[in-house]
C-alpha cells in the first residue's frame, strides 16, 4: 500500500466492553480481531478503549461518562469513527453520536462493508445488499416535520408524509424485489445441486472461520485456481470441484464463506440459500487455523454458526491447518481430538493423509452387501459397477456373485438381487 493510500484510510477507535462470563483477556482477543476486520474494510486502528461492565447501559451501552472520555480521545487522535465489537442498538448509535460529534458504528457495519467489496457474483451481491438493507431499515432517521410533503389542497393538510416514511418504504420496496431475486437464484442453484446428485457423487464441503484456509485446501486438493490472499472474507462465492480419491472413489468439494465469532444474523439470513449446500452435505471438512491464539474459540463460532442454519448433525472431520507456521500448534490439537488431521496447504505436508481420511468417512457412509446377479442381467453388474465401489466379483454356475459398497439409495435398488 502506497503513502498515500494510507493516507485517505480512515482513522478508527475501537471500542470492546467486558461483560461476565467474558473475561477481559478474551474481549482484548476479540478487539484484536475487530483490527483486523477494520484493516480488511480499509481503515486503521488509532486506538483502542476496552471496558468491564456488569451489564451494557441501555442508552449509550458504555455509560454517559466514558462516551464522553471517549470523544476525549477520538479528537486527541483526530478519528472519523468509532466502532464497538458488540451490536448497537439504534438507540444507542444515536446517543453516542451525538456524544462522540462522529459516526458509531458496530462489528456488524464493519463486516458488512468487508462483504459488500468482496462480493463479486450476481447472488453474492444481492445478498449482500439485502443484508445492509435489513440492517439499516431500523436505524432510518428522518429529519421531523420540515421533511414532510404538503401541497395545502383538500385531503393534503397536516404533517403529510415523513422524509422518514418515504425512505422506509423505498427500502422496503428494494428489499421486496431482492428477496424475489434470490428467490429465483436459489431455484437455479437447486436445481444445479439436484442435477449433480443424480452423479451419485457424494458432497464433502469445506467449512471453516475466515482466512483459516479453505481455498488454499480446495486449491491443493483440486486445482481449482480459486482466489487466496491473506485477508478476512477474501472468498465469499461457493466453488464446487471434483475430487478423485485413494480408493477410486470421486466426490464434489465445495468451497464456502468463511464464518467469525458474532456473525451478523442478517448476513446468514441473506447467505442461507448459499448455505444451503452445507446442510446437504455428506460430510464437513472444518478446517482450523492451527497458528491462532484460540484455534478452539473460533471452532466454537463455527459450529455456532453451523446450529443456526441447521447442519450441527453432519458429520465433521477436523482439519489442523498450517502446521508450516512458526506457530502452529497442530501435533497436541489432533492429540486432543482423535481423527483429526493435521496439514498445511502451502507446502502440501499431510494432504495425503487428508484425503485418506476423507475417503475413510465416505466409504464409512456406505453399506456392503452381498448381491447374487444372473449372467443374463449384465445390465444390473455395469450398473452396480456404476454406483457403488466392488469389492469381491466371482462367477458361479449360474450368476456372478458381488460384494459391493453402496450408499442406502443404490443399495434399495438392488434389493432383489441380495444374496
Same mark, same amino acid.
Given at each position: 500500500?502506497?503513502?498515500?493510500?494510507?493516507?485517505?484510510?480512515?482513522?478508527?477507535?475501537?471500542?470492546?466492553?467486558?461483560?461476565?462470563?467474558?473475561?477481559?483477556?478474551?474481549?482484548?482477543?476479540?478487539?484484536?480481531?475487530?483490527?483486523?476486520?477494520?484493516?480488511?474494510?480499509?481503515?486503521?486502528?488509532?486506538?483502542?478503549?476496552?471496558?468491564?461492565?456488569?451489564?451494557?447501559?441501555?442508552?449509550?451501552?458504555?455509560?454517559?461518562?466514558?462516551?464522553?472520555?471517549?470523544?476525549?480521545?477520538?479528537?486527541?487522535?483526530?478519528?472519523?469513527?468509532?466502532?464497538?465489537?458488540?451490536?448497537?442498538?439504534?438507540?444507542?448509535?444515536?446517543?453516542?453520536?451525538?456524544?462522540?460529534?462522529?459516526?458509531?458504528?458496530?462489528?456488524?457495519?464493519?463486516?458488512?462493508?468487508?462483504?459488500?467489496?468482496?462480493?463479486?457474483?450476481?447472488?453474492?451481491?444481492?445478498?449482500?445488499?439485502?443484508?445492509?438493507?435489513?440492517?439499516?431499515?431500523?436505524?432510518?432517521?428522518?429529519?421531523?416535520?420540515?421533511?414532510?410533503?404538503?401541497?395545502?389542497?383538500?385531503?393534503?393538510?397536516?404533517?403529510?408524509?415523513?422524509?422518514?416514511?418515504?425512505?422506509?418504504?423505498?427500502?422496503?420496496?428494494?428489499?421486496?424485489?431482492?428477496?424475489?431475486?434470490?428467490?429465483?437464484?436459489?431455484?437455479?442453484?437447486?436445481?444445479?445441486?439436484?442435477?449433480?446428485?443424480?452423479?451419485?457423487?457424494?458432497?464433502?464441503?469445506?467449512?471453516?472461520?475466515?482466512?483459516?484456509?479453505?481455498?488454499?485446501?480446495?486449491?491443493?486438493?483440486?486445482?481449482?485456481?480459486?482466489?487466496?490472499?491473506?485477508?478476512?472474507?477474501?472468498?465469499?462465492?461457493?466453488?464446487?470441484?471434483?475430487?478423485?480419491?485413494?480408493?477410486? $472413489? @470421486?466426490? #464434489? %468439494?465445495?468451497?464456502? +464463506?468463511?464464518?467469525?465469532?458474532?456473525? !451478523?444474523?442478517?448476513? &446468514?439470513? /441473506?447467505? =442461507?440459500?448459499?448455505?444451503?449446500?452445507?446442510? $446437504? @452435505?455428506? #460430510? %464437513?471438512?472444518?478446517? +482450523?487455523?492451527?497458528?491462532?491464539?484460540? !484455534?478452539?474459540?473460533? &471452532?466454537? /463460532?463455527? =459450529?455456532?454458526?453451523?446450529?443456526?442454519?441447521?447442519?450441527?448433525?453432519?458429520?465433521?472431520?477436523?482439519?489442523?491447518?498450517?502446521?508450516?507456521? !512458526?506457530?502452529?500448534?497442530?501435533?497436541?490439537?489432533?492429540?486432543?481430538?482423535?481423527?483429526?488431521?493435521?496439514?498445511?496447504?502451502?507446502?502440501?505436508?499431510?494432504?495425503?493423509?487428508?484425503?485418506?481420511?476423507?475417503?475413510?468417512?465416505?466409504?464409512?457412509?456406505?453399506?456392503?452387501?452381498?448381491?447374487?446377479?444372473?449372467?443374463?442381467?449384465?445390465?444390473?453388474?455395469?450398473?452396480?459397477?456404476?454406483?457403488?465401489?466392488?469389492?469381491?466379483?466371482?462367477?458361479?454356475?449360474?450368476?456372478?456373485?458381488?460384494?459391493?459398497?453402496?450408499?442406502?439409495?443404490?443399495?434399495?435398488?438392488?434389493?432383489?438381487?441380495?444374496?
Amino acid at each position: 500500500m502506497s503513502l498515500i493510500e494510507r493516507a485517505f484510510r480512515e482513522k478508527i477507535v475501537l471500542v470492546g466492553v467486558a461483560i461476565p462470563p467474558a473475561t477481559v483477556g478474551q474481549e482484548e482477543a476479540h478487539l484484536d480481531e475487530l483490527a483486523l476486520l477494520v484493516d480488511t474494510a480499509g481503515a486503521d486502528e488509532a486506538a483502542r478503549v476496552l471496558q468491564r461492565r456488569d451489564a451494557p447501559d441501555p442508552a449509550t451501552y458504555v455509560g454517559k461518562g466514558k462516551a464522553e472520555e471517549l470523544r476525549d480521545l477520538s479528537n486527541a487522535v483526530d478519528a472519523d469513527t468509532v466502532v464497538f465489537d458488540d451490536e448497537l442498538s439504534p438507540a444507542q448509535s444515536r446517543n453516542l453520536e451525538k456524544i462522540l460529534g462522529r459516526t458509531a458504528i458496530d462489528r456488524t457495519a464493519v463486516i458488512l462493508d468487508i462483504f459488500a467489496q468482496n462480493a463479486r457474483t450476481q447472488e453474492g451481491k444481492a445478498q449482500v445488499e439485502l443484508a445492509q438493507l435489513r440492517y439499516r431499515l431500523p436505524r432510518l432517521r428522518g429529519r421531523g416535520k420540515q421533511l414532510s410533503q404538503q401541497s395545502g389542497l383538500l385531503g393534503t393538510r397536516g404533517p403529510g408524509e415523513t422524509q422518514l416514511e418515504v425512505d422506509r418504504r423505498r427500502l422496503l420496496r428494494r428489499v421486496t424485489k431482492l428477496e424475489a431475486e434470490l428467490r429465483a437464484l436459489t431455484k437455479t442453484r437447486r436445481l444445479q445441486r439436484k442435477a449433480r446428485r443424480k452423479s451419485r457423487l457424494r458432497t464433502v464441503s469445506l467449512v471453516g472461520y475466515t482466512n483459516a484456509g479453505k481455498s488454499t485446501v480446495l486449491n491443493a486438493l483440486t486445482d481449482a485456481g480459486v482466489l487466496v490472499e491473506d485477508r478476512l472474507f477474501a472468498t465469499l462465492d461457493p466453488r464446487t470441484r471434483r475430487l478423485d480419491l485413494p480408493g477410486g $472413489e @470421486s466426490v #464434489l %468439494l465445495n468451497d464456502t +464463506v468463511g464464518f467469525v465469532r458474532k456473525l !451478523p444474523h442478517q448476513l &446468514v439470513e /441473506a447467505f =442461507r440459500s448459499t448455505l444451503e449446500v452445507v446442510t $446437504e @452435505s455428506d #460430510l %464437513l471438512v472444518h478446517v +482450523v487455523d492451527s497458528a491462532v491464539v484460540d !484455534p478452539m474459540g473460533q &471452532v466454537n /463460532a463455527v =459450529r455456532t454458526v453451523l446450529a443456526e442454519i441447521g447442519a450441527q448433525d453432519v458429520p465433521e472431520l477436523l482439519t489442523f491447518n498450517k502446521t508450516d507456521h !512458526p506457530e502452529s500448534d497442530a501435533k497436541r490439537l489432533v492429540a486432543d481430538h482423535p481423527g483429526s488431521v493435521a496439514v498445511s496447504a502451502l507446502s502440501g505436508e499431510g494432504l495425503d493423509d487428508l484425503l485418506v481420511a476423507i475417503g475413510d468417512r465416505v466409504r464409512a457412509m456406505s453399506d456392503v452387501v452381498d448381491l447374487v446377479v444372473p449372467y443374463d442381467r449384465g445390465d444390473v453388474v455395469a450398473a452396480i459397477h456404476r454406483e457403488g465401489e466392488v469389492l469381491v466379483e466371482t462367477h458361479e454356475a449360474d450368476a456372478t456373485r458381488i460384494r459391493a459398497r453402496l450408499d442406502p439409495a443404490a443399495a434399495g435398488r438392488f434389493a432383489e438381487f441380495r444374496a
